[in-house]
């Protein structure tokens, strides 16, 4: 996945309490379709990365225009998104650690597409998804974001 070159990232770290409730609203992710990777694509991903069996036990959520490879009919997932990304974009290690780490991270910045992505089978570009989280890792509306942490300021 190629970096967006001239654009100002929106990703937030945030508390626990908001990620909470940003990450249990699918209905936040971008995209015409939301769908959960499928367990065999999770186990697939621990293997490309170096991970024991298991080790990713939270949904890894996808989002987006259409869900299928145009060239193969393959489900996207997660697995495109981490194959992409170690084609020189980041290491085994940044990857586990937005996986697996303990800071929690809100992007305010639907993208039209996810840039760089290509289909783990087959190798087609595909331009189609919009968006991924993860239990540590999710998209929110900025708006939604800036309630969430008011709220969490007046409740503290």
């Known amino acids: 996945m190629k970096p967006t070159s001239n654009k100002i990232r929106h990703t937030h770290p945030v508390s626990d309490t908001v990620f909470k409730a940003v990450y249990d609203a699918p209905s936040s992710l971008p995209g015409k379709h939301k769908w959960l990777t499928k367990d065999e694509e999770v186990r697939q991903i621990e293997k490309i ?7 990713i036990g939270a949904p890894l959520w996808v989002s987006g225009d ?3 490879c145009k060239k193969c009919r393959r489900e996207m997932s997660w697995l495109d998104i981490v194959s992409s990304a170690l084609g020189g974009v980041h290491g085994q290690a940044m990857i586990a650690q937005v996986i697996l780490g303990e800071q929690k991270y809100v992007n305010t910045e639907a993208p ?3 840039e760089g992505l290509k289909c ?3 190798g087609a570009a595909f331009d189609k998804l919009r968006s991924f989280k993860c239990h540590n890792w999710a998209y929110a509306k900025v708006a939604l974001l800036k309630v969430l942490q008011k709220m969490e300021v007046s409740q503290g």
């Open 120 to 122: 783990y089978n087959c």
């Open 66 to 68: 259409r869900k299928t």
């Open 112 to 114: 039209k597409a996810i």
């Open 49 to 55: 990365l170096g991970m024991p069996k298991d080790t």
